[in-house]
């Protein structure tokens, strides 16, 4: 019988379906790393983790068993990828799990920049009541300048039209046609995007250059940004007089509604 091994604490509802799939055995094993972790995943033909277990070259190290590891989430920086595949082990994700929490999260960093909730916030548990300088703006009418217009990006894109905002988007995958049908504005250039937009969020691969990007943003005259950091790396752009950022995942909550992911991962 295939073993599975769940690494990562998982909602109830979803133990609950791994454990009544027939013909499985599904062990729960939590807070493995090191030698500990690699000599778990030797006796499993598959794993399931989240973000908080580091599966490694050495975790990997002379594995004969184990076929697949999957990711309850979006990110795979927490898997050696490379390592996996030279020793025959798919690496998978489940990307529409956490779309429309992260969307949410974006809209509530959103509304937080426009209304200076934070330093707000700030000022009153200080004692002060200086209303008139965290007065902010409405979102209706304004621009929001969207890259990376995948799964969130058009999430948010529809957020933002229930907010009568008007959306612009950096894509270089979605038809001009598609984005008509979505009332987005596609740029040609990032600096056509960054010249235009009241607020900026950015969806796409973490690296160096998103980064870079974000940077020229500010410089370029984009007012706002709203960004969903990891806070395992630095962020240059934390230096910055404007963003609005939080150190968290937009995962889902704990108990989204009983709500489950409704594809199967993706490779």
Do not use: Y
Not at 27 to 38: E, I, N, P, S
Not at 112 to 126: E, Q, W
Not at 164 to 182: I, W
Request: hydrophobic letters at 40%; one cysteine or more.
């Amino acid at each position: 019988m295939p073993r599975v091994i769940v690494l990562d604490d998982l909602a109830e509802e979803g133990l609950r379906l791994l454990q009544a799939e027939a013909g499985f055995d599904v062990v729960v094993q939590t807070g493995l790393k090191g030698d500990a972790l690699r000599d778990a995943l030797r006796d499993f033909d598959g794993a399931i983790c989240r973000s908080g277990v580091k599966i490694t070259a050495d975790c990997l190290s002379g594995n004969q068993r184990l076929q697949a590891i999957v990711r309850a989430g979006v990110g795979t920086d927490n898997i050696d990828k490379a390592a996996a595949t030279r020793s025959g082990v798919i690496v998978m994700n489940t990307p529409a799990g956490n779309t429309v929490s992260t969307a949410e999260h974006t809209f509530a960093l959103l509304l937080g920049l426009a209304r200076n909730l934070a330093p707000a916030n700030a000022s009153l548990v200080a004692g002060k009541w200086d209303r008139k300088n965290f007065e902010g703006v409405e979102l209706r009418g304004k621009q929001l300048g969207i890259i990376g217009l995948g799964r969130i990006g058009l999430r948010v894109a529809r957020l933002a039209r229930a907010f009568e905002m008007r959306v612009c988007g950096l894509d270089p995958f979605l038809p001009r046609e598609r984005a008509a049908e979505l009332e987005i504005q596609l740029a040609d250039s990032l600096d056509q995007l960054l010249g235009q937009v009241d607020f900026l969020t950015v969806h796409t691969p973490l690296n160096s250059a998103c980064w870079k990007d974000c940077s020229r943003g500010k410089s370029a005259g984009s007012r706002s940004m709203c960004l969903r950091p990891n806070p395992t790396r630095p962020v240059p752009c934390f230096s910055l007089r404007g963003p609005c950022a939080r150190p968290t995942w937009g995962r889902a909550p704990k108990r989204p509604s009983g709500r489950l992911p409704s594809k199967q991962p993706s490779c």
